[in-house]
C-alpha cells in the first residue's frame, strides 16, 4: 500500500488549460515537497511545504499544503508543453523520521500545443 | 558545478549475472540515498548513508542487494546475481545532510535483467 496516493495518475491537456494535482495520505507529514521528473533524467524539486494550510507560487504553479498536513495539491495556470512531465510528492516524518522521503504514486502530465 | 554522477547510464544483463552501480554525489555532501523506480511501485528508497555510513538499509528488497560507501565521493550498489525483476531505473541521491535538506538526483541507470 502506497503511504501517499496522486490523483489523477494520468493527465492529458491542451496548451493554456490549467489542472490541479493531489496527493493524499491518512499520515501526518512534517513537510511535504514537489518534484518535476522528465524523461532520462531524475526527479528536480520545485517547492518544499512545512507549515498546515501554507500556499506557496512559483510563477503559474501554486501549491498548497492541507491545514492537517496530511494532503497537498499543485495547480497549473495556463498549461504550457514544457509543464510536460511527472509530477512527484514527496513526503517526510511520517513516522518522527525526518531523514526519509516517502515518494507519491506521480501524476503523469502530459501538456498539447 | 557537476551534480550527482551515476554510471553507467544503462545496462543490460543476464539473469543470473552481478551488477554494480556506481554513483559519486555532489561534493561536500554528507548524505546519499539510493532509490529504485519502477512502473508498478514508483520511486522506493532502498538505503541511505550519513558520513559514508549506512543508517537505513530496510528498503534492501532481499539479501541479493548490497550497497557501500568506501569514501565521501564514491557509493556502489551491487545485485548478485540479478533477476528480471530487478529490472528498473536505479537513482542515487545526495544533500548536504539529513533531515531538511534538499535532496539533488542524478540522472539515473537504466538495468534491464533478461
Known amino acids: 500500500t502506497q503511504l501517499l496516493e496522486q490523483s489523477p495518475q494520468f493527465l492529458s491537456i491542451q496548451e493554456g488549460e490549467n489542472l490541479t494535482v493531489y496527493c493524499n495520505s491518512s499520515?501526518?507529514?512534517?513537510?511535504l515537497q514537489w518534484y518535476r521528473q522528465e524523461p532520462g533524467e531524475g526527479p528536480v524539486l520545485l517547492v518544499t511545504?512545512?507549515?498546515?494550510?501554507e500556499v506557496k507560487k512559483l510563477k503559474r504553479l501554486t501549491f498548497q499544503f492541507g491545514d492537517a498536513r496530511k494532503d497537498s495539491s499543485l495547480h497549473i495556470t495556463a498549461a504550457q508543453p514544457g509543464d510536460t512531465g511527472l509530477y512527484l510528492c514527496?513526503?517526510?516524518?511520517?513516522?518522527?523520521?525526518?531523514?526519509?522521503?516517502?515518494f507519491g504514486t506521480g501524476t503523469r502530465l502530459q501538456v498539447f500545443p | 558545478d557537476a551534480g550527482v554522477i551515476q554510471s553507467p547510464r544503462h545496462e543490460v544483463t543476464e539473469m543470473g549475472q552481478e551488477v554494480t552501480l556506481r554513483c559519486k554525489p555532489i561534493s561536500g555532501h554528507n548524505s546519499l540515498f539510493w532509490y529504485r523506480q519502477t512502473m508498478m511501485r514508483g520511486l522506493e528508497l532502498l538505503i541511505y548513508?550519513?558520513?559514508?555510513?549506512?543508517?537505513?538499509d530496510s528498503g534492501m528488497p532481499e539479501d541479493r542487494f548490497s550497497a557501500k560507501m568506501p569514501n565521501a565521493s564514491f557509493s556502489t550498489l551491487k545485485i548478485q546475481p540479478s533477476e528480471p525483476r530487478d529490472s528498473a531505473v536505479y537513482f542515487c541521491a545526495s544533500s548536504e545532510g539529513l533531515a531538511g535538506h534538499t535532496q539533488y538526483f542524478g540522472p539515473g541507470t537504466r538495468l534491464t535483467v533478461l
Open positions: 511545504v512545512v507549515t498546515g494550510g
Open positions: 548513508f550519513n558520513n559514508n555510513v549506512p543508517i537505513d
Open positions: 514527496a513526503g517526510r516524518g511520517p513516522s518522527g523520521n525526518t531523514d526519509k522521503l516517502i
Open positions: 499520515s501526518v507529514f512534517s513537510s
